[in-house]
C-alpha cells in the first residue's frame, strides 16, 4: 500500500532505493559527527573478540564498582547508535526523524515470557495467578508503547504474545492445533487438501474430549454441517481453512472434544479468553489510534498458538476498505 503522506515513499521507491548503491537515505539527515560514530561503533562489532569479551567486562567492572563509567560509554556508544532513546518522547523525536527520510517506525517492547524453571513444583493455580497478573503488566506498557507510536503517523507497535498470556495455555494449545493439523493431513489420503464427512466423524471420534461428549458422531455431523452450510447429500467436502473453523476453540459446540484433563483444558480456557480481551484491548486501541500492531515471531514450542491468535485478530480488524489500511501484521 502506497501512503497518502508523501514524507513517506512508495513501496516500489524504497525498493529502487535500497538496491541502489549511491543511495543515501539513511545517512543524509546525519551530521558529521553521527556519522563518524557509527562508523566507529559498527567497526567495533565486527571485532569477534569484543564481542565475546563485552560481558565479561561488563561483569568484571561490576564487580570492581566502576558500571558508572562502563555504562556512560556504552551509553554514548552503542546505545546511541541502536536505541532510539529512553524516554516517550525521546523514542518520538527520533521517529520523526526517521520519517522525515521516508523511513517508518517500529516500536518493540522487548517484553517476553518463557516457562520459570522455579515454578515446576509451585501450585498451578498460582503459577496461572501470576501469569496472568504480568500479563496484565505487560499489556499497560503495549498499551503505552502504542500511544508513544500514535504521535507518529503510520507507525508500529510490536507485541510478544508470550508476555500476554500465561506460557501453558500456549504451548498446550499450540500442541492441539498441532493435533488437528495432523489429523487432517492423515485423513486426506488423496492430499487434494479436502476430506468428506466420514472423514470428519472420524478425526472427531479422536479428540481427546471425544470420550466426554454423549454422541461424538451426532456432533460430527452437526459441525460438518455447519461448516458446508448445506443440507448434506453425502457429497460434501471441506478443506483445511473451514475445518479448522468448524473445530476452533473459539467455536462453543466444539469446544468439548478439545477439552481434557490432561490437555488443553477448562482452566486454559479461561486463559485463552483472558488472553483474547487483553489483545483485542491492544487492537481497538491501535484502531483507534491510527498505529498498526506488529505481532513478532517467538518460540517454535509456542508459534502455532500465535499465529492462531494473529490470525484471529486479522480477521476482526483488518477490515476491507479502511483508510488507513490493515492494524495487524503478523510476522
Keep these: 500500500m502506497e501512503h ?11 525498493i529502487a532505493e535500497l538496491n541502489d548503491p549511491q543511495n543515501r537515505v539513511a545517512v543524509r539527515t546525519k551530521t558529521a559527527s553521527e ?3 557509527a562508523l566507529l561503533v559498527y567497526r567495533l562489532c565486527t571485532l569477534t573478540w569484543l564481542v565475546k569479551l563485552a560481558p565479561h567486562i561488563i561483569t568484571f567492572a561490576s564487580r570492581l564498582h566502576l558500571s558508572g563509567p562502563v555504562y556512560y560509554i556504552i551509553k554514548r556508544t552503542f546505545f546511541r547508535q541502536f536505541c532510539g532513546g529512553e524516554t516517550a518522547d525521546a523514542c518520538v523525536a527520533t521517529m520523526r526523524r526517521l520519517r522525515a527520510s521516508g523511513i517508518g517506525s517500529i516500536l518493540d517492547l522487548s517484553i517476553e515470557a518463557d516457562f520459570d524453571l522455579s515454578d515446576t513444583n509451585a501450585n498451578p493455580a498460582a503459577v496461572r495467578a501470576k501469569s496472568n497478573a504480568e500479563a496484565d503488566r505487560v499489556l499497560e506498557l503495549n498499551m503505552i508503547c502504542l500511544s508513544t507510536a500514535r504521535c507518529v503517523p503510520g507507525s508500529f507497535a510490536a507485541i510478544k504474545v508470550t508476555a500476554l498470556a500465561p506460557p501453558a495455555l500456549l504451548r498446550d494449545l499450540t500442541t492441539l492445533l498441532q493435533i488437528l493439523l495432523d489429523a487432517f493431513h492423515a485423513a486426506d489420503a488423496d492430499g487434494d487438501g479436502n476430506i468428506g464427512l466420514a472423514e470428519f466423524r472420524e478425526i472427531v471420534r479422536s479428540l481427546p474430549g471425544a470420550p466426554t461428549v454423549a454422541d461424538p458422531d451426532a456432533l460430527a455431523f452437526a459441525l460438518f454441517a455447519s461448516a458446508t452450510s448445506t443440507e448434506l447429500s453425502g ?4 478443506d483445511f ?9 473459539e467455536n462453543p459446540a466444539a469446544r468439548p472434544l478439545l477439552v481434557s484433563a490432561a490437555g488443553f483444558t477448562t482452566e486454559h480456557l479461561e486463559d485463552y479468553e483472558y488472553t483474547v480481551e487483553r489483545l483485542y484491548r491492544l487492537c481497538q486501541y491501535a484502531t483507534d489510534a491510527g498505529a498498526r500492531i506488529m505481532i513478532d515471531a517467538e518460540q517454535s514450542y509456542f508459534q502455532r498458538a500465535i499465529e492462531h491468535l494473529a490470525m484471529r485478530l486479522e480477521r476482526e480488524y483488518n477490515r476491507k476498505g479502511s483508510a488507513d489500511g490493515p492494524v495487524v501484521f503478523n510476522t
Excluded: K, N, Q, Y
Design 241 to 249: 481453512i473451514t475445518f479448522a473453523d468448524a473445530l476452533s476453540v
Design 35 to 37: 556519522l563518524a560514530l
Design 4 to 14: 497518502s503522506d508523501p514524507a513517506f515513499l512508495s513501496s516500489s521507491t524504497t
Design 235 to 238: 457429497t460434501e467436502t471441506i
